[in-house]
């Protein structure tokens, strides 16, 4: 049974800092590539920020690049997603999720597993 859980969500102020984690088991986390999305109400999930296998490999949606940093431990079968200089248009449910393809996924489609998510509110 595949399993991703996230944790580190929670609320906090306009310019604080927050991290992301997901724990991955059931699948083989080192050859699945990770992506971050979220979903703030009313509006469709989009990409956070993904990662490749070995974690050379990095993407960041234009909003959130020099602000977050997406990391993985493929020891520890887990992703974090430090978020700083956080804005309340940050505001939304986090997700983590994994995907079977090597290259720039960046399209929720093509995840195929997924955790339950984590919310994430930034007041100003």
């Known amino acids: 049974q595949v399993q991703l859980v996230e944790s580190g969500g929670g609320l906090v102020q306009a310019g604080g800092s927050l991290k992301l984690s997901c724990v991955v088991s059931g699948r083989t986390f080192s050859t699945s590539g990770m992506g971050w999305f979220r979903q703030a109400p009313g509006k469709e999930r989009e990409i956070v920020a993904r990662i490749g296998w070995t974690g050379d490999s990095t993407y960041y949606a234009d909003s959130v690049k020099g602000r977050f940093t997406i990391s993985r431990d493929n020891a520890k079968n887990t992703v974090t997603l430090q978020m700083n200089s956080l804005k309340p248009e940050d505001t939304a449910v986090y997700y983590c999720?994994?995907?079977?393809?090597?290259?720039?996924?960046?399209?929720?489609?093509?995840?195929?597993?997924w955790g339950q998510g984590t919310q994430v509110t930034v007041s100003s």
């Open positions: 999720a994994a995907t079977n393809y090597g290259g720039l996924v960046i399209t929720s489609t093509l995840y195929n597993s």
